[in-house]
Each structure stands twice: as C-alpha cells, then as structure tokens.
C-alpha cells in the first residue's frame, strides 16, 4: 500500500459527460501529479500540483482540469468525454517538488 | 525532454541477476535517472535513481556509465514478483518533479 488513495476505483460514463477524479496524498506530501495510461499513449504525465499551486503542466487536454485544496487532496475534472478517453488515470504524490512519488492503485475510466 | 531507449521486453530465471539496460544519449547534466516498475494491474512503483554515481538499495543496484549516456538497473537475485515492466525516467531539474515515461522493458521470470 502506497499511501495514495484514488477514488472511485472504477467509473463507467457516457460520451459527453462529466467525471471527477478524486486523490488522497500520502500523509505530509505536499506535492500531486496525475498520470493517464492508456494502450496506445502508455504513461502520460498530465499535471503537478505543489501546495495548491500548479507547478508542472503536460500534454493535458483543455477539456481537463484538476486543482489541489488547502487539504492537500487533489481532483481531476474530466468534461465533454470522448471514447479515447477511456484509460487508466494515476495520481501520485511526493513530500517536495521533485522527490520520489508514490502512486496509487489507480481509476479506471471507461466511457461508452 | 531527453528521450531513454530500452529493450521492449527481456526474460530472467528466478535467483538470477538481472540487467536491465537503458540508453539516455540526450541527457543533459542536470537530469537525475530514475527507475519506476509496474506490477501487473498496479500503479507504478518506485526502484532506484541517481545522478552520477551507483546507487545502491534494498531492492537493486544503478549502475550510471561514466558519460552518463547509459545506465543498468540490476535486480541481483529475480523473484517470480519481480515480473514488471520497468521504466528507466529521466528526470529534469527544471521542470517540476513530472515523470516522462517511455515505453518501459517487460521483464519476465521464469521458475
């Protein structure tokens, strides 16, 4: 167990909604990312949140967006869903800026 | 980012070491090279990294060349739970603490 929790485990939706993505930090780690990991994209870094502030961006899509409250816990905002979409989006978390990250088990999207 | 090249996948018998190799030609001098492996169904997990000297830990050795423009991770007696697919990260120092995964290298143990 990494410490990061990630919920919901799993999501089933339709095209052209809506979905949040929630994570829970280890205790202490003040910094967030997100990953997508689909079949054909492999692992994607997508965002860095470090103390509530954004500090790194990636390829992350503009109908996407994430945030990280004064508690730490960050949440991954998904709108207008397409069908490439659907993959497996990973939150990690890490004490400072750039130490080792710990991920979580991980939300698998699916959407119809 | 600097690009790393691995081998798609390579196959150990269990208690035998194991190197893993990754190419990082592009590598700038501020770049730290980081390990991650997957587990089946799991999130990644964290190896080993290092910046220019070996680095050693609990779960493998980095051996960094001296031009650092290629590294081996050795695994120094496989397990059956060591079968992963294990991603050699470069890690730049300016730009926050994001990972750029490649393609990772399938590592298959066989009893």
């Known amino acids: 167990d990494s410490g990061v929790t990630q919920t919901p485990k799993h999501l089933i939706t339709a095209t052209g909604q809506r979905v949040t993505l929630r994570c829970s930090p280890r205790s202490g780690d003040l910094s967030v990312y997100w990953y997508q990991q689909s079949l054909d994209q492999g692992l994607q870094f997508l965002i860095q949140?470090?103390?509530?502030?954004?500090?790194a961006k990636g390829n992350i899509l503009e109908r996407f967006s994430a945030q990280q409250f004064p508690d730490l816990h960050s949440e991954l905002n998904l709108s207008s869903l397409e069908l490439g979409d659907s993959a497996l989006y990973f939150c990690?978390?890490?004490?400072?800026?750039?130490?080792?990250?710990?991920f979580g088990a991980g939300t698998r999207l699916s959407v119809l | 980012d600097a690009k790393t090249t691995q081998p798609n996948s390579m196959e150990s018998n269990e208690e035998e070491p194991v190197h893993l190799p990754c190419n990082h030609s592009t590598i700038s001098g501020t770049d730290y090279i980081h390990w991650y492996r997957q587990l089946p169904s799991q999130g990644p997990e964290y190896v080993i990294h290092g910046l220019t000297s070996n680095v050693n830990n609990r779960m493998a050795s980095l051996a960094i060349a001296e031009d650092r423009k290629s590294s081996t991770l050795i695994l120094h007696r496989a397990t059956l739970r060591d079968a992963a697919v294990y991603y050699c990260i470069l890690q730049p120092y300016n730009q926050g603490g994001k990972l750029i995964f490649g393609q990772g290298t399938e590592l298959s143990v066989k009893p």
């Open positions: 949140y470090y103390n509530g502030e954004e500090r």
């Open positions: 990690a978390s890490s004490v400072g800026a750039k130490n080792i990250q710990y």
